[in-house]
Nanobody, 128 residues
Framework: QVQLVESGGALVQAGGSLRLSCAASGVTFSSYAMGWFRRAPGKERSRGFVAAVGRTGSSTAYADSAKGRFTNSRASAKNIMYVQTNGLEPEGRAVYYC???????????????????WGQGDRVGVSS
């Protein structure tokens, strides 16, 4: 049974930092690119792309809102993906989801319709 479990979400003040983790089990971790998506309050029908990391960890991609502030990585030996979020803004308040993407191109991990598996989400709050 494939499981993706996010952790690390919390309430922080604007400008604060969090490290979110996504632990994978029941899946060959190295066979998937991984991505982070988020669903903001009041936007129940959409998950916006945040960051992605390729199968080997050598390539990453970021939404414009995350560039320069977020760092995505993976520890393949542990089957865990991380995203370090710095300078969190109130707009970053959302439920953050990790997902496993079967594709292997330059946009792997960035397209929710290519993601075969999803975590249950973890809530990040940002107070202004």
């Amino acid at each position: 049974q494939v499981q993706l479990v996010e952790s690390g979400g919390a309430l922080v003040q604007a400008g604060g930092s969090l490290r979110l983790s996504c632990a994978a089990s029941g899946v060959t971790f190295s066979s998937y690119a991984m991505g982070w998506f988020r669903r903001a309050p009041g936007k129940e029908r959409s998950r916006g792309f945040v960051a992605a990391v390729g199968r080997t960890g050598s390539s990453t991609a970021y939404a414009d809102s995350a560039k320069g502030r977020f760092t995505n990585s993976r520890a393949s030996a542990k089957n865990i993906m991380y995203v370090q979020t710095n300078g969190l803004e109130p707009e970053g308040r959302a439920v953050y989801y990790c997902a496993a993407d079967w594709s292997n191109d330059s946009r792997a991990g960035a397209r929710p319709d290519h993601c075969a598996y999803w975590g249950q989400g973890d809530r990040v709050g940002v107070s202004s």
